[in-house]
């Protein structure tokens, strides 16, 4: 899957049912992102779950692939060539599948100001 998924997921103010609407991990012939609105149950569904799990397996055996390459110093340009290809593929397919992943899930409060966090307070001595 070599799409952009730099293109723009929809979002609650864009689409009326974007609680329900999933970025799928795959492209329109166009390539174009295709999305499902459903209640996530769906055969769709599991088979978007499925193939996230495949993709992000496949880009742990193409890292690792890709770190044999690295190691091995009479690696030449064609061999080099071929797993950063292979590479810059597995890490679109993943960028992809955290973006729909990250649009499933309510925002947290993990990037926010000091003072602004609601989370728990620890005193100083907490930390050694």
Not at 38 to 50: F, I, P, T, V
Not at 89 to 108: A, H, I, M, Q, Y
């Amino acid at each position: 899957m070599t799409d952009d998924v730099s293109r723009d997921v929809p979002t609650a103010t864009s689409h009326p049912d974007s609680a329900s609407m999933r970025l799928l991990p795959w492209a329109t012939t166009d390539g174009n992102p295709c999305f499902l609105i459903s209640d996530g149950d769906g055969l769709l569904s599991q088979l978007a779950d499925d193939i996230e799990a495949e993709l992000t397996s496949s880009a742990t055996d193409v890292l690792a692939g890709v770190r044999a390459v690295l190691a091995d110093q009479q690696a030449d340009s064609r061999l080099l060539r071929f797993a950063l290809e292979r590479a810059a593929e597995s890490l679109d397919d993943v960028l992809r599948v955290t973006k729909s992943v990250g649009t499933r899930f309510p925002e947290t409060n993990c990037g926010a100001s000091a003072g602004e966090d609601d989370g728990p307070k620890l005193p100083a001595e907490s930390f050694g």
